[in-house]
């Protein structure tokens, strides 16, 4: 695996491996790499020749400065890890790299990018956007591959990628969890013990509102997952909506028509965790 520094070589390394007619997967993370990551490059080397994985903690889509300092970095061992996951290229740049002047883009990103993480992180899902179409621009892939734990960021970019015309399948990825449930995550690290012990309730009281579904409405089920988890020992749910799983708005009942999805974010601790559910018609 080789491992790239600056905009300029990543571009004309990917420049050569079109000519050649090569096939690119590329998939971005901000580093500290779980199973979860893994799992999407594995699948990026099953279906391309050449597979970029890009480790950036990128500054402009955190709107909590303590966020941005206390996010993990662990660049060693993630070179490790990509190299055993069969990655060709790892693109680790510096913020001045990726941003030698500020970048004041606007996405109008529309109401996909309004609600849930978007009202509660204002700027966060436009500096997603930046980023992820700044890699889009170098890499030119044509597939690129994240995890479905962050679900409305994934309708959030395929947004983008419609606004900025971008010829790239985006391809969602099911979300890891560990055996007890608790969905792979990199702020996983920073639970306390107490924590983690109690943290993976947030799945299994998801799982449990499925089996609620023939028979509540949205609202009864809000409420059953909000009050169950707000009951667990150090657990404190920010938000949990039930959404249109297309366009991410509330979801008016359980037919609306793009399938609906639970999201949920949870504060165990100060640690922000997020989860979701889907729906589906096999569990009414
Ligand atoms: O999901 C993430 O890790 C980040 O939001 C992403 C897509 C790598 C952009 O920085």
């Not at 849930?116 to 997603?128: D, K, L, T, Y």
């Not at 028979?215 to 249109?244: H, M, W």
Request: charged share 25%.
């Amino acid at each position: 695996m080789k491992v790239i520094r600056t905009a300029g070589e990543l571009r004309e390394v990917m420049n050569e491996a079109r000519a050649k007619g090569l096939g690119i997967g590329l998939v971005p993370t901000m580093g500290a790499l779980h199973a979860g990551h893994i799992s999407l490059m594995e699948r990026a080397r099953r279906e391309n020749d050449i597979v970029v994985a890009s480790v950036f903690v990128n500054p402009t889509q955190f709107n909590n400065p303590e966020d941005l300092r206390t996010y993990p970095r662990t660049e060693e061992a993630d070179c490790l890890k990509l190299e055993q996951a069969g990655v060709d290229y790892a693109f680790i740049p510096t913020v001045e790299e990726v941003y030698p002047e500020p970048d004041t883009r606007q996405f109008d990103l529309g109401p996909v990018a309004e609600v849930m993480e978007g009202a509660m992180r204002p700027g966060h899902f436009n500096g997603v956007a930046q980023i992820v179409s700044k890699l889009f621009a170098m890499v030119a892939p044509h597939r690129a591959y994240f995890g479905e734990k962050d679900f409305q960021q994934i309708a959030v970019i395929r947004r983008m990628v419609q606004l900025e015309g971008f010829d790239i399948d985006i391809i969602a990825c099911p979300i890891c969890r560990e055996a007890d449930g608790l969905a792979l995550s990199s702020r996983n690290v920073r639970l306390t013990p107490e924590g983690r012990k109690y943290a993976p309730a947030i799945h299994r009281i998801l799982e449990e509102s499925c089996a609620m579904v023939p028979s509540a409405d949205i609202g009864q089920v809000k409420n059953f997952v909000t009050r169950s988890i707000n009951a667990v020992p150090t657990l404190e749910v920010e938000y949990f909506e039930i959404a249109d799983a297309l366009t991410m708005q509330t979801a008016e009942s359980w037919d609306s028509a793009g399938g609906t999805v639970g999201c949920i974010t949870v504060y165990c601790g100060d640690v922000r965790l997020i989860d979701n559910i889907i729906y589906t018609k096999a569990t009414r």
